[in-house]
């Protein structure tokens, strides 16, 4: 089974911190994502990447950056942290399972920023 | 990429009752998927139909696909208390790894 992990469940920062999320594939995917969810606003993309060093803005970029140095790894890093970052933060990768393509999603990190 | 629109936002339903649930996109497909995100959680893959297929099953769902009408619906049948859950589609086109997600049907089911 394909298995996507993010570093923690659960993340309490102070505003102005530098916070990094991690996320792992294990089934050699080219494609990873970031997405954030919040309630009534339901999932944004944030940033996704289609290869090692490659990245593209998704469609609320501001306030992330984000990192890929190896195939598995993709970090979303929030340079300094505001209040208006508390959210869910969901990783994802893409890849083709069984004949089919699609996207599997690790368990979600709740980050709350005080 | 393109957003699908769930609809109902919102639906309650008894032990035993089948649910259905709505998705309607505005462009050409090629594919469109289903996903199940229980409270809290990340989103599973329920299940992807082609743009060339009309319906598809996989245990108790049941996907149909109408394409003139750029609209799905994914039926669960004999729900159960664990199928408490928000569910989402997300419309695919053509050569397109990029998935946007709409807010969902948050569907409860009541033992």
New interface residues.
Partial sequence: DVK?TQSSRYLVKRTGEKVFLECVQDMDHE?M?W?RQDP????R?IY?S?DVKMKEK??IPEGYSVSREKKERFSLILESASTNQTS?Y?C?S?GTSGG?????????T?LTVL | SQQGEEDPQALSIQEGENATMNCSYKTSINNLQWYRQNSGRGLVHLILIRSNEREKHSGRLRVTLDTSKKSSSLLITASRAADTASYFCAPSGAGSYQLTFGKGTKLSVIP
């Fill in positions: 996507v494609n994502f997405y009534g606003l339901g999932l993309l996704f289609y998704g469609d869910m969901l994802a893409w089919t393509d699609t996207q599997y999603f690790g368990p979600g709740r």
